[in-house]
């Protein structure tokens, strides 16, 4: 049967490898980023700033009022600002908090409800190694993506006896627009990685499709690493 999946971010990289997993499983999909762009076949998509509560909400609602209840919500939508600490603007630092952190929370609060009132579902954090290993330049964000794991975990708490889980997948590095102007340091983080490769997109989705179904509903308030072995499991 079509499961209702919502996605954020899922106009490139790693959002739009998961949209894909999901569309070849014949799912119902709900893309939604910033320019409101999204692989073929998705059932709607929707431009939205996740860093906007009320317009996360109206999106939300629509794509419920259009496909009804939410079955897994994958919360993949963030950016990096990165800089050394010293030097970044608060700007910088609220940017990523704001969009990474905010906005996850948001995306979460709109799509739980619909959950728990079918008393099933999977919450899905597209979260990161860096605070796990620290990564200078990343103040923000690795606090940003530290901040989804206690949000997760206590989400997971809350709806555990509902039948909702709620998870972290953290990748390593993975091959996006967003890893694409590293330049020589990708080079040099790629031989430290123990597999001997950068992670591709279709690496996350594989997880993020596993913790959908229902080989894993008694997993929650897991923190996966995807990462070619480079956190060692965190
Ligand atoms: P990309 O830069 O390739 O894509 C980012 C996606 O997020 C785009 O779809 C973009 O939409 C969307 N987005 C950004 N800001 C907003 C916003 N304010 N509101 C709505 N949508 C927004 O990144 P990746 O695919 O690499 O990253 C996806 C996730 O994976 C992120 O959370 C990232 O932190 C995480 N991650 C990535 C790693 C990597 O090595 N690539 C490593 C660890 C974690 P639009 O195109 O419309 O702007």
């Known amino acids: 049967m079509s499961r209702h999946i919502i996605i954020t971010g899922a106009s490139r990289g790693i959002g739009a490898a998961i949209a894909q997993h999901f569309l070849d499983l014949g799912d119902t999909v709900v893309a939604l980023s910033r320019s409101g762009t999204a692989p073929e076949g998705c059932a709607l998509s929707l431009a939205v700033d996740v860093a906007n509560s009320e317009a996360l909400n109206e999106a939300v609602k629509t794509a419920i009022a259009a496909h009804g209840p939410v079955n897994t919500v994958v919360i993949n939508a963030g950016v990096t600002r990165d800089g050394l600490a010293m030097r970044m603007s608060d700007e910088q630092w609220r940017e990523v908090l704001s969009t990474d952190l905010d906005g996850a929370f948001y995306t979460a609060r709109a799509t739980m409800a619909s959950m728990v009132r079918a008393r099933e579902g999977s919450i899905i954090f597209i979260g990161s190694i860096s605070p796990f290993i620290g990564v200078p330049g990343q103040a923000n964000y690795a606090a ?35 890893t694409s102007d590293l330049g020589a340091a990708k080079d040099q983080m790629s031989s430290m990685i123990p597999m001997g490769r950068i992670g591709q997109p279709s690496d996350i989705a594989g997880l993020v499709g596993f913790l959908a179904s229902n080989h894993s509903r008694y997993i929650t308030g897991a923190v996966i690493a995807v990462d070619g072995g480079l956190s060692l499991g965190l």
């Open 144 to 178: 940003a993506k530290a901040g989804l794991v206690g949000l997760a975990r206590s989400l997971a708490k809350e709806v555990a006896t509902r039948g909702i889980t709620v998870n972290v997948v953290a990748p390593g590095l993975i091959d996006t627009d967003m």
